[in-house]
């Protein structure tokens, strides 16, 4: 039975009748994707899950005030963003000069297969939920301001009348229309011009062997290998870490100033975030006899190169279920 379907049964008091672990219940089923909301608006996992919390304390308070003329689902929505605008307003700064969003984390795949399944075989329902995960994505929205960004994603994600998404501003529905023209102008500005050439599936023959590639040539730290993979106006960035590297020889040089071509002793296990193919690595560590966390490389691929890596740090290898050390092999 539905949490909605519930509540009907218990008539006009609806919540109010419900005690806290009956409400818990109902509240779980909305986590994965109240939880994939407020990364979109906020652009951190961790961010994301406080707020969360948050809303689930902040619906339970407010139990009484829920009157049935919306889904109990929609009501979760409406404290979730509201939530999300208070953290921004609080203690959000502005992106980095250059673009860079140094909050940025990755979402694990494994967890956004969690997404309940509506509309999953309409192949545009799909496409439109890939695309609004994918770093590239998150990172353009985070130039927008909090509230033409909870308009954007409200209205183009989630497909919410303006109506209601007036209602929950507390505008009116052309400042919503108005905002929403400002925030799609404001989102194509940062955005790539092509989309990435990944969906996962086994189709992406292509994609895969340009991922093998490099991954050996990163192993063996051969920037000449590397060079030809990447597109002439490459990106690469490393949250939180400042700098955004723009160009291949920017990039290039980067490496080489940061001593990637001595680094040895390295393996690389293939992963996936945010629906972009990626590559943990892992080096040697003599005093632990194992090979530990190094880096993760998020890549987005199109035309057949390598567009964009974003690189995060070991702390995110967890969250992405990677095992936390890699046993010794025989030429250790």
């Given amino acids: 039975m539905s949490a909605d379907s519930r509540l009907k049964e218990l008539g006009g008091s609806g919540l109010a009748q419900v005690d806290e672990p009956a409400f818990s219940g109902l509240a779980e089923r909305h986590r994965r994707e109240l939880h994939v909301h407020c990364y979109r608006m906020l652009g951190s996992f961790q961010d994301a899950e406080d707020t969360v919390q948050e809303t689930f304390l902040r619906a339970w308070r407010r139990r009484e005030t829920f009157e049935g003329r919306s889904t109990f689902r929609a009501w979760l929505y409406r404290i979730a963003t509201n939530a999300c605008l208070d953290l921004l307003a609080e203690r959000r700064p502005e992106p980095a000069t ?25 192949p545009e329902t799909v496409a439109l939920a890939r695309e609004t995960i994918e770093l590239a994505y998150l990172v353009a929205v985070q130039h927008l301001a909090p509230r033409p960004r909870a308009v954007l994603i409200l209205r183009d994600v989630l497909g919410w009348p303006a109506k209601d998404v007036a209602e929950l501003l507390g505008d009116s529905v052309n400042s919503v229309n108005s905002a929403l023209q400002r925030a799609r102008a404001g989102l194509r500005e940062h955005l790539p011009a092509e989309r990435q050439e990944w969906t996962g599936g086994e189709e992406d023959t292509r994609t895969r062997e340009l991922v093998r590639r490099y991954t050996d040539a990163s192993v063996a730290t051969d920037i000449d290998r590397l060079a030809v993979l990447l597109r002439d106006d490459v990106r690469c960035s490393m949250p939180p870490t400042p700098g955004l590297y723009v160009g291949r020889d920017a990039v290039l040089n980067d490496w080489v100033e940061s001593g990637f071509e001595g680094m040895q002793h390295l393996r690389a296990v293939p992963t996936s975030a945010n629906r972009q193919p990626a590559v943990a690595f892992y080096q040697w560590r003599e005093s632990a006899g194992a090979y530990l966390p190094l880096t993760i490389d998020v890549l987005r691929i199109a035309d057949g190169v390598i567009t964009e890596i974003v690189t995060f740090h070991d702390d995110q290898f967890p969250r992405l279920g990677l095992p936390e050390r890699l046993p010794a092999d025989d030429t250790e």
Avoid: F, S, T
Wanted: net charge negative; proline share 12%.
């Fill in 98 to 122: 250059g673009g860079e969003v140094l909050w940025l984390q990755p979402y694990p795949d494994r967890l956004l297969d969690e997404l309940p399944a509506d509309n999953a075989d309409e």
